[in-house]
């Protein structure tokens, strides 16, 4: 049986799915001490998250990749065919660049890996929550445009940036701006605006949308 939770002063209504009991309740845990987040209900399987989805406000929902009778994958392809508004964040201990892909391709809009602290996943859900997408910077790092591990990147200037200028380009891509960044970062809004203006400067980018552009082309998102 699913639970339902009346916790109606919270504002981000969220459905958490994942086969294993003692996950499951660890998340309603930890995410209960947010005041932002409202755990409408909880499902041990894709089916039964479709149930609560059809009867149920939700704005975000929380899925385990692997689970029995419909996958993770196979869940955020339906939610994002019948329920259209709801988002998606996909929970993994799995950082194959081919199964980020994967979840990209089946309409996530956010991965986290399941060694993630509260604050990480606090900030991915805020983040979705916003409209923007959320991918572990760590999962764009590895993403190459092939999905082969050791593969190089398809825009030989990209080899031109540092390894803090690619993580705050994966950064820029989603959404985030240089406040976002630098709490991300523990560095100030100035330090990224400056990392922004190289990145701008060595790839010939006029704004954030070339970056975006760019991060794209090269297979980082």
Do not use: W
């Not at 998340?27 to 149930?51: N, W, Y």
């Not at 380009?169 to 991300?184: A, R």
């Not at 400056?194 to 006029?206: F, P, Q, S, V, Y």
Request: contains cysteine; charged residues 20%; proline residues 3%.
């Amino acid at each position: 049986m699913a639970e339902i939770f009346l916790l109606m002063s919270k504002t981000i209504n969220i459905l958490l799915a994942d086969d294993h009991a003692l996950v499951l309740n660890g998340l309603i845990a930890l995410l209960s001490q947010d005041l932002e987040f409202h755990i409408v209900a909880s499902a041990k399987d894709g089916r039964e998250a479709i149930t609560l989805l059809a009867q149920n406000n939700i704005d975000i929902a929380i899925l385990d990749i692997n689970m029995p009778n419909m996958t993770g994958l196979e869940l955020t392809r339906h939610i994002h065919t019948h329920f259209p508004t709801v988002k998606v964040i996909l929970l993994s201990m799995h950082a194959e660049p081919s199964l980020v892909r994967s979840a990209i391709d089946n309409g996530a809009d956010g991965y986290v890996l399941k060694t993630a602290d509260f604050e990480e996943l606090s900030f991915a859900i805020k983040q979705v929550a916003k409209g923007k997408p959320y991918f572990d910077t760590s999962l764009l790092l590895s993403q190459k445009a092939d999905d082969k591990p050791g593969a190089s990147l398809t825009l030989p200037i990209l080899s031109e940036l540092t390894s803090r200028e690619v993580e705050i380009l994966c950064m820029i891509s989603q959404g985030m701006n240089n406040t976002e960044i630098g709490e991300k970062l523990f560095i100030s809004p100035k330090t990224v605006d400056t990392h922004r203006t190289n990145l701008m400067r060595k790839l010939n980018a006029k704004n954030a949308a070339s970056l975006t552009r760019i991060a794209l082309e090269a297979g980082l998102i």
